[in-house]
C-alpha cells in the first residue's frame, strides 16, 4: 500500500496532450516572479480541485489524483508526480472536491465517495466514537437517501463541494444536501457532526444551480421562483428576539429604505459554545499530522465548528469584542441554561465575552491599530506556534469583522450603481482606509470613529451593520423572501413583491442539466454560516443557520459563485464580479466599503470576466482582453519571496498582507499558458486548465464566446444608459406621438428579448469552455437553436426598420438629449458605427449595430467547419449554420436598406394625400414619379403615379389612391406588338388594367420586382422570380368593394388568376357567409351556408353541393322557421327526391313529406304524414297539391284508396273502416260521401243507393239494404268492388326519383343511358372524395371504403367463377352510404320506414308493401346489370367457365350444378334485412284474427281435464296414464301394459 500510494503514476508520458494542460503556483508572490508549474500528463486534465495544502486532479477517462500533503495518509506528494487513486479505478469519475482537510469525488452513476479528514464528520461516516473515524485514507461511499418517500430512495449526485468541516451535494434534483458539522450546514439541527447527508430543508423545492463552499460559510447559486400576482395581502411577521421593525419590501421603492436584505431572524451573534452535547472526541483537542512531522494542536472547528448561538434580546446593543491577542480557552463545560422566554442559552466559553452597552473609545483604538499594524505575531503567539490552519482559529474567524469604507467608489457604466453611504460595524473591530505604504494615526482614526459614532446615532438595530442604500425598484428587487425558520413546511412560498419580469425570459434548465438548453440568468444567491468577516453579504457580521438570499445580487444575473476561506465571488453574465467578505489581502479586488455587501470589482478597460475561483486570501479571475487569447487577473496578497517563504506556514488569520492589490492585475505569464479554459484556487495556490490551439479550433471557440460576451456588455449598456431611462420617462408617450410610442415600446420588448437570449447563449458558451473536452461541437446553442436565433434577429430587425420608417427616431433624439444629458459622451461611446466627428449618438445606427453580430457567427462557425473533414457531420452541421447566418445577415442588411430607403422617400413625398398610406411594416420598392410608367389608353394631360410597396401596389391620380393588395394581383407581360408598346397586364380579382413602361429595361424592372414582391408577400424567398407568371394558383385574402354577388364580402381561401377558385370562406356584412369549394368565382362542390333571416332573427343553414352559384345536387337544408329539407336541389330549387319535416317552430301543423320535387313544388308520387290530423297520405302530387291515384290511412285504422283532384277526395274510392264496414262510392272533399255508392257491412249485409254526408259524423241514404243469401252463389260483381288494391298507384311507379338519383350519381341521364366506364369512374371519385372530406370515419367505414376503391373486372362475362365477387362487391357497397348504391339501399329502407312504420301499420297494407319490395329489387337489379352487363336476365342460368378435356372427364359421373341467378336470389339478402321489422308487423296486424283463435282455442283445450283432452285427440285407451291414491293423495303410476 505504501509503494502504491508513493509511486507516482504510471499513465504520465513524455508527450503531453494538447488540450487539459494543467499550471500550478503559489500565490502571493510579485507576479514578475511567479513561475507556474507544469502538471504533466498523459491524459488531459478535465478538472482540478485545491484544498488548503492538497488538491485532486480529474483526468479523461474518469481517474482521480491526489497531491500536496496527504495528512490521513502521511504523504506528502509533489504536484508534478500525483499519485493516482486506485481505488477509484473502475468507476468513471466526473466530478471532483477538495475541502480543507478532505477530499471528494462523484461518479458517473451519481455516487460520492470521500476521502480525508473526518474529525468533523466532513466525510459522512457512520462509525461513531472510534479513532479510525479521524481520518479515512481511502475514498469510501457516502450514499445519499431520500427518506421523505416511501419507500426511500437514493439520491443521484451531480456536484459537490467541500468545506473544512462539511460537505455539500446537489441531487440531479436540484436539491442540496449537507453533512458535516456547524452552521454552514444550513440544517435545522442542534446535534453535530451529521453523520449521513441531510437535505437542506430551506432550499427544498427550488432550483439549485451550483453550490460553493468556503472555510465555514456556503453559497448556492438559485434559480428565481417564477412570479406570481398575489391578490391577498402577506400575513404580518413575528418579530424576532433582538429585532426592530423593518421596512417593508415596498418601502424599498424610497431613495433611502433600509435594504431588507441586512437583516433575517437567523442572524445571530457568535458567543458561546454548547460544549455539552459535544461527543468525547469532541471535546478534546484535534491532532493533525504536518509535513514536519509536528502534532497540531486544537483546531478551531474543535469548538467554534459547532456554530453555538444565540440572540441579543436588546435591538440597539452596539456590540463589542475583546482584543485579539486574548487567550482563548479550548475546552469549557458547563451545564446548559435556560433563558426566561424557553430558547436555550449557549454554553460560555473562554475568550467570548458578553455585550457592553457602552461604547469604548479606548478600547475600539486598540483593536484598530492592533489589526493595522502586526498584530500577526500575537496571534501566532496566542494560537500556538504550530497551528497552521489557514484561518480558523476562534479569534480570526469571529472576535472582529474588517470595514473598509472606500475612497474611491467606482461606478459601472454597465450598472446602476446606487450611492450606498456607509455605516461602520456596531462590533469593535473598525478598520481605517486601507494602505499599504503610509502608517495611520491614531489622532486620523479617532476623528473617524467620531464621525462613525455621530452617524450612529439614532439608529435602532440588532445587526452589527446597518447600511442605508438607495432601495432598487421594479425588476431590481429580490424575487423571492424567506420563510420564517419554523419546523413547518419549508416549500411554503411566500408572496414576492417584484415587478414584472423583462419580456421574453423563459425559465430554462441549468446548464448542468443539459448541453444544449441555454441557462437561466434569473437566478438568486443564498448565503449560510459564520459570517464573521462579512462574507454571508447580508450586510452584518451574524452567523446565518439557514439560507438567506442575498438581496442585492437578485437581478444581477448572476451565474456562478465562488467561495474563498473567509470571502466571496459572484459573477454575473455581464462579466462583472462581485466581491464581499474578508479583505485583509486586497483578495476582494476593491477598498470599497462596507464589505459586508456584495461590491463591484473595478477591472480595468476593455476586461470582462468569465470565470472566478477565491483561495484562502486571493482571488483569481479569468477574463477577455483586447485579443482572443484569455487572461489572467490576480487580486489579493503580494509579498517579497522571503516574506512569503517565512510567513506561508505560519498563518491562520485574516491578517492584514503587507502588499496587496487594490485592484485586479494582470498576471503577464498567462500568455505563455496558452487558451485558459478553467481557474482554480485553494489555499495558498492556484491553478489553471488551458489548450493548445490545434488547427485554430480552440481560438475559434474562444472567439466565439468572447464576442458573444462583449455583444451582451454591449447591449446591457444600451438597455440600461439609453432605452430604460426613454422607456421610464413620462414625456416620451408625447413626444414620439401615438403610433410612435406603441414602436417604441415593441422596439424595446424586442431589444430586451434579444438581449436575453444573447445573455443566456454567452453563458452557456462560457460553460462550454469549461468543459470543451467533453462537448460535442455539434452542440452549440448556433446550431441547436438556429430557428430561434434567427426569429429573434428577424423580429428586432423588423422593429428597428418599422420605428425609423415612422420618423420615431428623430423624436427620440431630441427626447435622448432631454433625458441623458451629461451620459451622452458614455453613449456615444458605444456608438461603433458612428465616424462624425460629432458627439451626437446616431441612433439608428447604434441600434442598427446587433445586425453585425449575426456575420460574426458565420465566419466563426465556417472556422470551426474548416478544422474537420467535409464528409463529417460535424462540418456538415457547422457549414449550415454558417449558412443560415450569413443568409439572414445580408437578408436583414436589405432590409435595413430598404427602411432607410423608405423614410427618405416619406420625407420627400410628405403631405396629408401620402400619410394615409404610411404605415410600419410598409416599404417602398419603386415608384414612378418620372413617368417611366402609364396607364395604357390614358389622357395626354392625365397625372398617373405608381408606387410599389412591399404588400401593396398604389395608383395615385391626383388625390385618388386606389390600393391593389399584391396577394391577390397577378401580373402577366403582353407580347410586344407592332405598336412598340412594352406592355404589362395586372389582373386583380375585380378589374383588370394594362401598364405600359417607357422603356423595355423599365418594363423589366417593374415586372421582375411585382413578381419578387408577390413571390415574398406568399412566402417564397422573394430572390427575383422571373418576368413570367408568379403564383397563380395562391392562398389570399380579399374584400370586394364593386358591384355583383360579392359585394363588400371578404374572403379568405384559394384564387386562380385573379378568381376564387378552390376552398376557401365568404363573409358578407349582413351575416352571409359561405364554406366550401370554389370554381371559376363561383360556389362550385361541397360548401356550407347561412342566410340570416331578419323576420325570424334565425339564419337559414344549407350543408350541400352546389354548382356555378347555385345550390344544385343532394344537400340538407334548414330553415329559421324550423323546417328541414334533405333530398336533391337544381339550381336553387327542391328538384327530385326529398323529405321535408316541420320543426316545432311550424305555425300550422306538423308533418314529414318524403317523395319527388319538381321546381320546388311537390309533384309524383310521395308520401305525407299529417302528424297532428293522425293521416297519411300515399299517392300522388301535382303543384304541391294531392292530385291522382292515392291511399290515406288514419290512425283509427281507417283505410282510404281512391283519386284525389285539386287536394280532394273526388271521385270514385273505396274506404274500408277497422271493423271491415266497407264503401264503394262517390266522394265529394275529404271523407265526404256525395252521390252512388254500396254500403258493405261486417256481417255480411249490404246497402245500396245514394249516399250524402261525412263519414265520421252520419249519412243519409237512399237505397236498398240487401241480405246475402244462405246458399246463394257469391255476387262477383259486389265484391270486385270492395276489393283492395284497385286504385293503388302501381309499385313500379313509386319511388322513381329516388332511382333516377341514383343513376345521376352513376353520371347517366336517366335510367341505362350513360357510359359504363363514366359510372365507375363516378364510383372511383365518390368513394376517393369520401374518405378524404369525411375525417369522423369509423375505422370500419375506412376499411370498406379502402375495399370499394378496387374497381372490379366488369367487362367480362359472368360464371360461377367470379360470380361470388359480385356478390361480395355488391355486400360492401351496400354497407356504406358514401357509394350509390349504398346511399340507394339506404334511403330506399329511409322511404319505406316512413310509409310503413307509425299511421301507415296497417294491415290492409300488407299486399302493396310486398310489391313495393319486388319493384325495389327490379329496379335495383337494372343497375347492377349495367354495372355488370355479363350478369344474364332475371331467373337466367350463369354458365360455367371453360374447362379442360381432363377435367370434363373427371367430372362426367358429376352431376351437373346449374346457377340460376335472380335479383330476389341475388338482392333480397340485400335488402330484406332492412326492411324485415316493418313488414314483419304489418304480416302480424294481417294475421291478427287467425292468431287471436288459435290462442282462444288453446285456453279451451287447456281448461278440459287430461283425459277429456286425451280423448280429444283421439289417443288410444290403453295408452293413458293409470291414477292410484296413496296415502291420500293421487300418484301417476306407469301407462297400462
Not at 1212 to 1240: M, P, Q, R
Amino acid at each position: 500500500m505504501e509503494n502504491r500510494e508513493e509511486s507516482p503514476a504510471d499513465e504520465r508520458a513524455p508527450t503531453p496532450p494538447e488540450r487539459g494542460l494543467l499550471h500550478i503556483w503559489k500565490s502571493g508572490g510579485p507576479s514578475e516572479q511567479l513561475c507556474p508549474e507544469r502538471v504533466l500528463l498523459s491524459k488531459c486534465v478535465l478538472q482540478v480541485a485545491l484544498g488548503e495544502h492538497h488538491g485532486l486532479l480529474l483526468s479523461q477517462g474518469g481517474q482521480v489524483y491526489s497531491f500536496g500533503e496527504l495528512l490521513w495518509r502521511g504523504l506528502s506528494v509533489p504536484v508534478s508526480a500525483p499519485v493516482l487513486e486506485e481505488s477509484l479505478l473502475g468507476r468513471t469519475v466526473v466530478r471532483v472536491a477538495a475541502g480543507g482537510f478532505h477530499c471528494g469525488a462523484v461518479s458517473e452513476q451519481g455516487n460520492v465517495y470521500m476521502w480525508g479528514e473526518n474529525t468533523a464528520g466532513q466525510c459522512g461516516l457512520t462509525e461513531r466514537g472510534t479513532t479510525a473515524n479521524i481520518t479515512v485514507s481511502e475514498p469510501c461511499p457516502v450514499t445519499v437517501v431520500d427518506n421523505e418517500v416511501v419507500p426511500p430512495v437514493v439520491v443521484r449526485v451531480v456536484d459537490l463541494a467541500c468545506g473544512r468541516e462539511h460537505s455539500l451535494a446537489l441531487s440531479a434534483q436540484n436539491e442540496l444536501w449537507a453533512w458535516g458539522s456547524g452552521c454552514q450546514l444550513g440544517l435545522v439541527t442542534n446535534t453535530f457532526p451529521v453523520w449521513r447527508p441531510q437535505k437542506v430543508e430551506h432550499l427544498a423545492g427550488r432550483h439549485v444551480i451550483q453550490v460553493a463552499c468556503g472555510a465555514y460559510h456556503s453559497l448556492a447559486l438559485v434559480r428565481s421562483l417564477p412570479q406570481q400576482n398575489y391578490t391577498t395581502q402577506k400575513p404580518p411577521e413575528k418579530k424576532e428576539q433582538g429585532q426592530s421593525p423593518r421596512y417593508s419590501s415596498t418601502e424599498r421603492e424610497e431613495p433611502l429604505a433600509v435594504d431588507d436584505a441586512h437583516y433575517c431572524p437567523l442572524g445571530v451573534e457568535l458567543t458561546e459554545v454548547m460544549t455539552a452535547e459535544m461527543s468525547p472526541r469532541r471535546r478534546r483537542p484535534r491532532q493533525r499530522l504536518r509535513p514536519g512531522g509536528r502534532s497540531a494542536g486544537s483546531s478551531p472547528g474543535s469548538g467554534a465548528g459547532l456554530c453555538p448561538y444565540s440572540e441579543d434580546g436588546k435591538s440597539n446593543t452596539i456590540q463589542e469584542n475583546l482584543p485579539a491577542g486574548t487567550k482563548l480557552e479550548s475546552e469549557g463545560h458547563a451545564d446548559p441554561l435556560t433563558q426566561t422566554d424557553g430558547s436555550p442559552k449557549s454554553q460560555p466559553l473562554s475568550g467570548w465575552t458578553a455585550n457592553k452597552n457602552s461604547f469604548n473609545d479606548e478600547l475600539e483604538l486598540q483593536n484598530l491599530l492592533q489589526k493595522l499594524s502586526g498584530h500577526s505575531l500575537e496571534m501566532r503567539h496566542a494560537s500556538g506556534p504550530g497551528d497552521t490552519d489557514s484561518l480558523s482559529s476562534q479569534t480570526s474567524d469571529d472576535s472582529y469583522v474588517s470595514s473598509t469604507p472606500s475612497t474611491d467608489i467606482f461606478t459601472s457604466s454597465y450598472k446602476d450603481d446606487m450611492p450606498i453611504k456607509s455605516q461602520t460595524n456596531n462590533s469593535g473591530g473598525v478598520a481605517g482606509i486601507y494602505s499599504s505604504s503610509s502608517p495611520v494615526c491614531s489622532e486620523e482614526v479617532r476623528i473617524y470613529l467620531e464621525k462613525e459614532r455621530q452617524a450612529l446615532q439614532g439608529q435602532k438595530s440588532s445587526s452589527l451593520t446597518d447600511i442605508n442604500q438607495k432601495g432598487k425598484t421594479g425588476p431590481n428587487r429580490r424575487r423571492s423572501l424567506p420563510g420564517t425558520p419554523t419546523h413547518g413546511s419549508p416549500r411554503r412560498r411566500r408572496p414576492c413583491a417584484c415587478g414584472p419580469s423583462s419580456a421574453g425570459r423563459t425559465q430554462t434548465a441549468a446548464p448542468e442539466e443539459a448541453g444544449d438548453i441555454l441557462p437561466s440568468l434569473e437566478t438568486e444567491v443564498w448565503s449560510w454560516g459564520r459570517g464573521s468577516e462579512g462574507q454571508l453579504g447580508h450586510g452584518d457580521q451574524l452567523a446565518r443557520l439557514q439560507p438567506l438570499c442575498i438581496n442585492s445580487l437578485t437581478s444581477e444575473e448572476v451565474i456562478k459563485v465562488a467561495a474563498g476561506s473567509h470571502h466571496s465571488l459572484a459573477l454575473t453574465a455581464q462579466c462583472q464580479v462581485y466581491s464581499w467578505g474578508s479583505n485583509m489581502c486586497g483578495q476582494l479586488g476593491h477598498i470599497n466599503s462596507p464589505v459586508t455587501v456584495p461590491q463591484q470589482t473595478k477591472l480595468s478597460d476593455g476586461l470582462r470576466a468569465w470565470d472566478v475561483s477565491a483561495g484562502q486570501s486571493h482571488s483569481l479571475l479569468l477574463a477577455d482582453g483586447d485579443c482572443v487569447q484569455p487572461v489572467l487577473l490576480y487580486c489579493g496578497q503580494q509579498q517579497e519571496t522571503s516574506s512569503y517563504q517565512s510567513q506561508r506556514s505560519c498563518q491562520r488569520s485574516p491578517n492584514r498582507a503587507e502588499s496587496y492589490t487594490v485592484r485586479p492585475t494582470l498576471l503577464p505569464f498567462c500568455v505563455e499558458m496558452g487558451y485558459v479554459s478553467r481557474v482554480c484556487s485553494g489555499g495558498q495556490s492556484c491553478a489553471v486548465l488551458a489548450d493548445h490551439n490545434v488547427m485554430g479550433f480552440i481560438s475559434a471557440i474562444h472567439e466565439l464566446a468572447s464576442r458573444e460576451r462583449q455583444f451582451y456588455c454591449w447591449l446591457s449598456s444600451v438597455r440600461k444608459l439609453l432605452m430604460t431611462p426613454l422607456f421610464n420617462r413620462e414625456s416620451a408617450s408625447p413626444s414620439l406621438g401615438e403610433p410612435c410610442t406603441h414602436l417604441f415600446f415593441s422596439l424595446c420588448e424586442r431589444l430586451v428579448r434579444l438581449s436575453v437570449l444573447i445573455g443566456r447563449h454567452s453563458t452557456s458558451l462560457s460553460y462550454f469552455l469549461h468543459d470543451v473536452q467533453g462537448r460535442d461541437v455539434t452542440s452549440l446553442p448556433l446550431l441547436t437553436h438556429t430557428e430561434h436565433f434567427l426569429d429573434i434577429y428577424k423580429e428586432y430587425c423588423s422593429s428597428v426598420g418599422d420605428f425609423q420608417v415612422m420618423g420615431g427616431f428623430q423624436s427620440l433624439h431630441k427626447l435622448s438629449l432631454e433625458c441623458l444629458g451629461s451620459q451622452q459622451t458614455i453613449l456615444a461611446q458605444l456608438c461603433v458605427s458612428n465616424k462624425s466627428a460629432r458627439d451626437d449618438v446616431d441612433l439608428v445606427s447604434l441600434l442598427y449595430w446587433p445586425l453585425q453580430q449575426l456575420h460574426q457567427y458565420g465566419r466563426v462557425l465556417l472556422k470551426l467547419a474548416a478544422c474537420y473533414d467535409v464528409l463529417t457531420t460535424e462540418y456538415q452541421s457547422l457549414h449550415q449554420g454558417s449558412c443560415q447566418y450569413e443568409s439572414l445577415s445580408l437578408s436583414l442588411l436589405r432590409r435595413k436598406k430598404e427602411a432607410e430607403t423608405t423614410f427618405l422617400f416619406w420625407k420627400t413625398h410628405s403631405g396629408k394625400n401620402t400619410e394615409v398610406l404610411r404605415l410600419p411594416q410598409r416599404r417602398v420598392v419603386c415608384e414612378s414619379s418620372n413617368r417611366s410608367l402609364t396607364l395604357q389608353n390614358a389622357g395626354r394631360f392625365s397625372n398617373h403615379w405608381f408606387i410599389l410597396f412591399n404588400d401593396v401596389l398604389v395608383h395615385t391620380q391626383f388625390s385618388t389612391h386606389h390600393v391593389y393588395p399584391l396577394t391577390c394581383l397577378w401580373v402577366k407581360p403582353v407580347t410586344e406588338n407592332s405598336g412598340g408598346l412594352y406592355a404589362i397586364k395586372i389582373t386583380c380579382p375585380e378589374e383588370s388594367f394594362t401598364l405600359v413602361a417607357s422603356t423595355p429595361q423599365e418594363k423589366n424592372k417593374w415586372l421582375r420586382s411585382i413578381n419578387q414582391e408577390i413571390d415574398q408577400v406568399l412566402g417564397g424567398g422573394g430572390q427575383g422570380s422571373s418576368p413570367g407568371l408568379t403564383a397563380m394558383s395562391r392562398t389570399a385574402s380579399y374584400k370586394f368593394t364593386g358591384e355583383g354577388r360579392f359585394k363588400d364580402a371578404r374572403y379568405t381561401g384559394g384564387w386562380l388568376a385573379g378568381r376564387v377558385h378552390g376552398r376557401g370562406n365568404m363573409e358578407w356584412p349582413d351575416g352571409r357567409t359561405y364554406s366550401g369549394n370554389f370554381k371559376n368565382g363561383l360556389e362550385d362542390g361541397y360548401g356550407e351556408c347561412k342566410m340570416p333571416n331578419k323576420l325570424l332573427d334565425k339564419p337559414d343553414t344549407y350543408q350541400g353541393h352546389w354548382r356555378e352559384g347555385k345550390i344544385h345536387g343532394f344537400g340538407k337544408y334548414k330553415y329559421a322557421n324550423g323546417e328541414v329539407y334533405e333530398g336533391c336541389f337544381y339550381d336553387d330549387q327542391r328538384h327530385g327526391y326529398g323529405m321535408l319535416s316541420s320543426g316545432k317552430l311550424a305555425r300550422t301543423s306538423s308533418s314529414v313529406f318524403i317523395g319527388q320535387w319538381v321546381h320546388d313544388r311537390k309533384t309524383g308520387y310521395g308520401v305525407y304524414d299529417d302528424i297532428t290530423r293522425g293521416e297519411k297520405y300515399m299517392g300522388l302530387w301535382v303543384d304541391d297539391q294531392r292530385h291522382g291515384n292515392a291511399v290515406v290511412v288514419t290512425q283509427h285504422c281507417v283505410y282510404y284508396e281512391g283519386t284525389f283532384r285539386e287536394n280532394k277526395m273526388s271521385g270514385t274510392g273505396l274506404l274500408v273502416s277497422e271493423d271491415n264496414t266497407a264503401f264503394h262510392g262517390e266522394f265529394s272533399d275529404d271523407w265526404i260521401v256525395s252521390g252512388k255508392g254500396v254500403l258493405s257491412l261486417a256481417n255480411g249485409d249490404s246497402l245500396e243507393g245514394l249516399f250524402n254526408g261525412e263519414w265520421t259524423t252520419g249519412l243519409k241514404v237512399v237505397g236498398t239494404y240487401y241480405k246475402p243469401a244462405v246458399e246463394g252463389p257469391e255476387d262477383k260483381d259486389r265484391n270486385n268492388l270492395l276489393r283492395l288494391g284497385q286504385y293503388v298507384v302501381p309499385a313500379g311507379q313509386r319511388w322513381t326519383c329516388v332511382f333516377d338519383e341514383c343513376w345521376s350519381r352513376l353520371g347517366c341521364d336517366s335510367a341505362v343511358r350513360g357510359e359504363r366506364t363514366t359510372a365507375w369512374e363516378n364510383i372511383a371519385v365518390t368513394i376517393t372524395s369520401a374518405r378524404r372530406h369525411c375525417p369522423n370515419l369509423s375505422r370500419s367505414q375506412t376499411k370498406i371504403l379502402e375495399g370499394l376503391e378496387f374497381i372490379p373486372q366488369h367487362g367480362e362475362p359472368v360464371t360461377t367463377a367470379n360470380y361470388d365477387n359480385i356478390r361480395r362487391y355488391l355486400t360492401k357497397a351496400c354497407e356504406t352510404p358514401h357509394h350509390p348504391l349504398g346511399w340507394l339501399v339506404e334511403t330506399l329502407v329511409t322511404v319505406y320506414r316512413m310509409t310503413y312504420v307509425g299511421v301507415g301499420s296497417n294491415r290492409r297494407l300488407l299486399r302493396q308493401a310486398v310489391q313495393e319490395v319486388q319493384a325495389y329489387l327490379t329496379h335495383f337489379y337494372s343497375i347492377v346489370r349495367f354495372l355488370f352487363p355479363g350478369l344474364p336476365d332475371d331467373g337466367g342460368i350463369i354458365p360455367d367457365p371453360p374447362v379442360s378435356s381432363s377435367k370434363s372427364r373427371h367430372n362426367s359421373d358429376t352431376s351437373d350444378c346449374v346457377v340460376v341467378v335472380s335479383c330476389s336470389s341475388l338482392l333480397l339478402p340485400l335488402l330484406l334485412p332492412r326492411l324485415y321489422p316493418p313488414l314483419f308487423t304489418l304480416y302480424c296486424l294481417q294475421e291478427e284474427p287467425e292468431e287471436a283463435q288459435y290462442w282462444d282455442r288453446i285456453l279451451r283445450l287447456n281448461k278440459q281435464p287430461d283425459q277429456s283432452l286425451l280423448s280429444f285427440l283421439g289417443v288410444q285407451e290403453k295408452f293413458w296414464p293409470v291414477w292410484m291414491s296413496i296415502l291420500g293423495e293421487k300418484k301417476t303410476d306407469c301407462i297400462q301394459q
